[in-house]
């Protein structure tokens, strides 16, 4: 368990954050027993500065005044800045966390470093300027997307985003800074705050953002039997979507489309309907990287961009052709 967690956070940083974590021999005599016996402590070097990594043994993670006050006596045994890792950590806990300014990586998920903002800030700004990002992760398409349909010219505006959907602050700041170092947006420092602006026609935004934005299908399921009432209760995908806007016939096998971090995709009213066998599948479920934006035409339909991008690279002539026209319709 603790040996995951190392990959997950040592995966997290590098591809998301892109920092580079060098972990160091694990603690084991320089502090109490009792801390001991509640986390293991790993020695790391994150931006060139020394750090250790603190996570906890058991499942269950204890209060944030106990993590305050274990983590401040970790750093006045070792001299080192003290970061809690873990998988899962409670939103509320995660807030209270902030509050404490106790350090804390949730890989996949959040990082909050204030003892590294400085060296991270200025380290992110280099990078940023040596290497623009060859592709947008899934929330900086996702916001991408929302911009450019709602023609909103500051991303900070862009609100019509699924009501299940939830973007941290930081999140928000990272996408800011995507779009910026790909040429996509501006930003201005207007006090406290940085604002991103889009100042690109949106036809010209389109076509310099399409090399960056990949399909937001991680996985497609096959189901057996007739859909039951929750999947067809899902925006419809693929080219079962595709064949509501245009002339083509509609696929034997109807194609619909859920986030794979929504609770949708986590419950397991679909899970019995799972079969190995494509062929003998009546149902295609995508698990999608962001949610899908049914708020956007058409009807019952996922958006017609991210659509796109989940088609494009089918060969069928009549597919393409119709991609295009549909494409040319949203824009």
Not at 23 to 46: G, H, M, N, T, W
Not at 97 to 116: C, G, K, S
Not at 261 to 277: C, I, K, L, M, N
Request: hydrophobic share 40%.
């Amino acid at each position: 368990m603790i040996q995951n967690i190392q990959i997950e956070l040592q995966d997290y940083l590098q591809k998301t954050l892109g920092i580079q974590i060098h972990f160091e021999d694990a603690v084991e005599s320089e502090i109490p027993f009792y801390l001991l016996d509640r986390y293991q402590v790993l020695k790391a070097e994150i931006l060139g500065k020394p750090c250790v990594l603190v996570m906890t043994r058991n499942a269950e993670i204890p209060s944030p005044s106990i993590l305050r006050k274990d983590t401040q006596r970790i750093r006045e045994l070792l001299d080192r800045v003290p970061i809690l890792v873990s998988l899962q950590i409670d939103g509320n806990d995660r807030l209270r966390l902030i509050q404490y300014r106790v350090p804390f990586v949730l890989p996949r998920f959040q990082a909050y470093l204030p003892d590294f903002f400085v060296d991270a800030r200025e380290h992110f700004q280099r990078l940023r300027a040596k290497q623009p990002p060859d592709r947008l992760t899934p929330s900086s398409q996702h916001f991408l997307l929302e911009a450019i349909y709602g023609r909103f010219k500051e991303i900070d505006r862009v609100t019509s985003l699924p009501p299940n959907v939830n973007y941290s602050s930081m999140t928000r700041s990272r996408v800011i800074s995507e779009l910026e170092g790909a040429g996509l947006a501006e930003t201005k420092q207007l006090g406290r705050h940085r604002r991103a602006f889009i100042t690109l026609p949106w036809a010209q935004l389109w076509e310099k953002a399409h090399p960056l934005l990949r399909t937001p299908v991680k996985r497609r399921i096959y189901l057996s039997g007739d859909p039951p009432t929750e999947v067809r209760h899902l925006p419809k995908a693929g080219l079962t979507a595709l064949a509501d806007i245009s002339m083509l016939t509609a696929p034997r096998r109807p194609v619909y489309a859920v986030a794979s971090r929504s609770p949708g995709a986590r419950q397991e009213w679909w899970r019995r309907f799972v079969t190995d066998h494509k062929d003998e599948a009546r149902t295609e479920l995508e698990l999608w990287s962001y949610a899908p934006l049914t708020e956007r035409q058409p009807p019952g339909c996922v958006d017609r961009l991210s659509l796109y991008l989940s088609l494009k690279d089918d060969s069928d002539p009549r597919i393409q052709d119709a991609l295009q026209k549909m494409l040319t319709e949203a824009l």
